[in-house]
């Protein structure tokens, strides 16, 4: 147990018990137990293998390449369409996490063996991503944006193109774009 991520667990919540309980399934995996985006993190000779978070109605192991288990219980989820190599398992209930163990442990031990043979979920590129015909219509209308696009990381190229698409109306789509140039043009990310 690693002392700086004893808050999480002693912070009263809704799934303080189910924590505790994931807490002690994962350690007993001998992972090391780190804090990583606010949340306890498990890792193998220093590579990120699962997290405990939770949400409103849920609370949630993610395995960073989760993508690449042998799903037997056909237990584990993609939080979104968008998201390549990461998949949870859900609880609502401590109950469930007793119920689900021995399955967790088995995965747990499955991440890491696919850790040490080096197996990483291949993900796509970022010109593989879909550049919606409002962003394209402003790329090629405004130079400097496309410039300035183009010269971000990847990484913050895809926020921005996840986000313009995801957009279910036009309108919405170029208001989202209009509000994102000024970040764009000084080199920001969508969440920097």
Not at 67 to 96: G, M, P, Y
Not at 110 to 117: M, P, S, T
Request: proline share 2%; glycine share 6%; hydrophobic share 35%.
């Amino acid at each position: 147990m690693n002392a700086k991520v004893d808050w999480f667990f002693n912070t009263d919540s809704q799934w303080q018990l189910a924590y505790a309980e994931l807490r002690e399934i994962v350690l007993s995996c001998k992972l090391e137990e780190e804090l990583k985006w606010g949340c306890p993190c498990y890792t193998y000779e220093g590579n990120n293998i699962v997290l405990i978070h939770g949400f409103k109605n849920y609370c949630a192991l993610l395995f960073m390449q989760g993508a690449l288990i042998k799903d037997t219980k056909n237990i584990l989820i993609q939080q979104t369409k968008n998201v390549q190599a990461a998949r949870q398992i859900r609880f609502t209930s401590t109950s469930e996490v007793e119920q689900l163990k021995s399955t967790i442990k088995a995965y747990i031990k499955q991440a890491i063996a696919l850790d040490k043979a080096g197996l990483k979920v291949e993900l796509k590129e970022t010109t593989e991503f879909e550049v919606c015909k409002e962003f394209e219509h402003t790329l090629n209308k405004m130079p400097n944006v496309k410039t300035a696009f183009y010269n971000l990381s990847p990484g913050r190229q895809r926020g921005y193109l996840l986000y313009f698409s995801s957009a279910k109306l036009a309108d919405t789509r170029g208001s989202r774009i209009k509000k994102c140039i000024p970040e764009i043009l000084k080199g920001k990310g969508l969440k920097d």
